[in-house]
């Protein structure tokens, strides 16, 4: 078994349980603090579009007090550049067959052994750049959506606190539904 199969082995963040936390204001300022701190560290490896996305990133939306940001590249290949950078400020790098994800790359901010901040690195000829930053502008139009997703969020995270996997894709449903609805914004 090696260290990636063997759960022992990860740190303490790496298995952390699902819990939602009512929403806070302090949040959006937080999503704007890693906005600008990311930009600054990464604008020298061709990175220089940086959104704050998820569940933080909409007034009023009860979510798991990880700060979620999204970064946009044509390919992965700064990611060695990248890694050291972040990792000078406590961005943990999760390798792809890890995460499980492979259109994006993936790092955890951590301050004291908790997840503070996610950043996901997703390629600009993907759709998961348009659909996350459509998904949270469509629930920040329609503050019923985003009170239906907490709802759902709230349960979903009593019935799946220590699995982040099913939690994360017993959502699958509601958000397609949101990214299918025709409404303009």
């Known amino acids: 078994m090696t260290n990636i199969e063997n759960e022992s082995t990860w740190p303490i963040w790496a ?15 937080q999503g704007k603090f890693y906005t600008n701190e ?6 020298p490896v061709d990175i ?4 704050h996305f998820g569940s933080t990133a909409i007034p009023n939306l009860p979510a798991k007090p990880i700060i979620d ?24 790098y999760v390798p792809p067959e890890l995460d ?24 600009q000829q993907g759709q998961q750049w348009q659909n996350q930053l459509l998904f949270r502008d469509r629930l920040i139009a329609h503050p019923e959506w985003a009170e239906q997703y907490g709802q759902l969020k ?8 220590d699995d982040r996997e099913a939690y ?7 958000v397609q539904n949101i990214l299918d609805h025709h409404d303009k914004i």
């Open 15 to 29: 298995t952390e349980s699902v819990e939602i936390a009512p929403p806070d204001p302090q949040w959006i300022e």
């Open 38 to 43: 990311l930009t600054q560290l990464l604008s």
């Open 48 to 51: 220089q579009h940086i959104e």
């Open 69 to 92: 940001m999204m970064a946009i590249t044509d390919s992965f290949d700064q990611l060695p550049a990248i890694i050291p950078i972040l990792e000078k400020e406590n961005w943990h």
């Open 100 to 123: 499980g994800k492979q259109h994006r790359r993936f790092f955890v901010k951590v301050i004291n052994d908790k997840r503070a901040a996610h950043l996901h690195i997703v390629l």
């Open 154 to 161: 709230q349960h979903l995270a009593i019935d799946n606190k």
């Open 168 to 174: 994360t894709q017993a959502k699958t449903e509601f």
